[in-house]
């Protein structure tokens, strides 16, 4: 499958001034969007939108998922629940990951629906729901498999026994059951249907309580793209709403019809002439071999430049790839742009940004750190502002 990018935004020029700036083309979130629903035609979908739409910006991001299709919304934090309905978002939207002594009274008076996987949570949502006099829609979380947040065995039993009679009451309607895979980005691993029988045999187990949820949901982006029989009635994909391949051993973006929507971009505050034999940046773990020319770049690792990035993160300047030059700073790093280059300050820095282009890209630095993209782009900084294009007035 090719790219569409009829809605997506091209590369721009990054804003002067600015020392950096994450551009997020919305375009492209939407016809992420679009794709996935392409690749999951019988299911709804729900873009999630958590930590900050994985850096991308939640509010616009959101609003960009629900013009490309989106049904539902999903986060794992109750504050980026209300932060979404106090801008206006109605859609349905579910938040997952709760601490006790959490109020629940804001969400059930926003209509956000809770995912309960403990029995303490299901406490507290039915105390908010008495409170406010509302039915508290919730989701149940179940593990099966993961060994991560959802309940299981003699907790699991107890909350569906729980749930069932306070069903009576009119306190609780429980609107689906999810769960989530261990291995969903390698798709024939045998945990992947061991957890879909799991997951089956606890919908039918919770049936038998007396509880049918209208929606069962237990694939993520990479489920979503590579495991149809893992759709049921809703998918719920993050990292490729972002235009970013959750499987990238088994295909780019482009194979799946996605396009990277994050540019993070920088311009040249200096360049200087160096000898040979000049040691950059702390410790000189680099040294230049001959003479040339040294860039400095004003961004560093409290802006999510991975330190660990030092000498291997990949960047480009004028079209030309580099390497990062020695260690990477708070605040700054050096490439050595070599002496034949007509670099001058100012210029523009591409750190990473979309592939069809020919830029570096988060799976190229996630190669160069040994890490995931979902990481690259979720810990760009709080200081570096993100530039949205094609934003639609609410």
């Known amino acids: 499958m090719t790219t569409d990018t009829a809605s997506s935004t091209p590369p721009a020029p990054a804003p002067p001034g600015f020392p950096a700036c994450a551009q997020?083309?919305?375009?492209?979130?939407?016809?992420?969007?679009?794709?996935?629903?392409?690749?999951?035609?019988?299911?709804?979908?729900?873009?999630?939108?958590?930590?900050?739409?994985?850096?991308?910006?939640?509010?616009?991001?959101?609003?960009?998922?629900?013009?490309?299709?989106?049904?539902?919304?999903?986060?794992?934090?109750?504050?980026?629940?209300?932060?979404?309905?106090?801008?206006?978002?109605?859609?349905?939207?579910?938040?997952?990951?709760?601490?006790?002594?959490?109020?629940?009274?804001?969400?059930?008076?926003?209509?956000?629906?809770?995912?309960?996987?403990?029995?303490?949570?299901?406490d507290q949502a039915v105390e908010a729901a008495r409170a406010t006099g509302t039915t508290a829609r919730?989701?149940?979380?179940?593990?099966?498999?993961?060994?991560?947040?959802?309940?299981?065995?003699?907790?699991?039993?107890?909350?569906?026994?729980?749930?069932?009679?306070?069903?009576?009451?009119?306190?609780?309607?429980?609107v689906g059951i999810f769960s989530h895979f261990a291995y969903a980005d390698a798709p024939q691993h045998p945990t992947v249907r061991a957890q879909q029988e799991r997951f089956e045999g606890i919908v039918e187990q919770a049936a038998r309580s007396g509880i049918r949820p209208s929606v069962r949901h237990l694939a993520n982006s990479a489920a979503t793209l590579t495991n149809p029989s893992a759709h049921y009635d809703l998918v719920r994909p993050g990292v490729a709403v972002y235009g970013l391949s959750p499987v990238p051993d088994l295909g780019s973006p482009r194979d799946f019809g996605l396009r990277e929507a994050m540019r993070l971009l920088s311009h040249l505050s200096s360049v200087k002439e160096s000898p040979a034999g000049q040691g950059v940046s702390y410790g000189h773990v680099y040294t230049t071999t001959e003479r040339t020319r040294l860039g400095l770049v004003p961004m560093g690792y409290s802006d999510g430049v991975p330190r660990h990035a030092s000498s291997v993160g990949p960047v480009?300047?004028?079209?030309?790839?580099?390497?990062?030059?020695?260690?990477?700073?708070?605040?700054?790093?050096?490439?050595?742009?070599?002496?034949?280059?007509?670099?001058?300050?100012?210029?523009?820095?591409?750190?990473?940004?979309?592939?069809?282009?020919?830029?570096?890209?988060?799976?190229?630095?996630?190669?160069?750190?040994?890490?995931?993209?979902?990481?690259?782009?979720?810990?760009?900084?709080?200081?570096?502002?993100?530039?949205?294009?094609?934003?639609?007035?609410?």
Request: net charge negative.
């Open 138 to 174: 919730i989701h149940l979380k179940v593990d099966t498999g993961l060994g991560r947040n959802g309940a299981w065995d003699a907790d699991l039993a107890a909350i569906l026994e729980r749930t069932a009679a306070l069903g009576s009451e009119g306190v609780l309607d429980v």
């Open 316 to 394: 480009q300047v004028g079209g030309r790839r580099y390497a990062v030059a020695g260690r990477v700073c708070m605040d700054q790093f050096v490439l050595d742009l070599g002496a034949d280059s007509h670099a001058v300050a100012g210029d523009e820095v591409v750190l990473f940004g979309v592939g069809e282009a020919g830029e570096p890209t988060a799976q190229d630095w996630a190669v160069a750190v040994d890490t995931i993209n979902y990481e690259i782009v979720t810990r760009v900084g709080a200081r570096v502002p993100r530039v949205h294009l094609g934003e639609v007035e609410a």
């Open 24 to 122: 997020v083309d919305l375009g492209a979130i939407s016809a992420n969007v679009a794709a996935l629903r392409g690749h999951a035609p019988t299911a709804e979908l729900m873009a999630v939108v958590k930590a900050d739409a994985y850096g991308h910006g939640l509010v616009p991001s959101a609003r960009a998922a629900l013009r490309g299709g989106a049904t539902w919304l999903g986060v794992a934090q109750l504050p980026e629940a209300l932060e979404l309905r106090r801008a206006g978002v109605t859609a349905p939207l579910l938040s997952w990951l709760h601490v006790p002594g959490q109020d629940f009274v804001p969400a059930l008076e926003q209509d956000v629906q809770l995912g309960i996987s403990t029995t303490w949570a299901l």
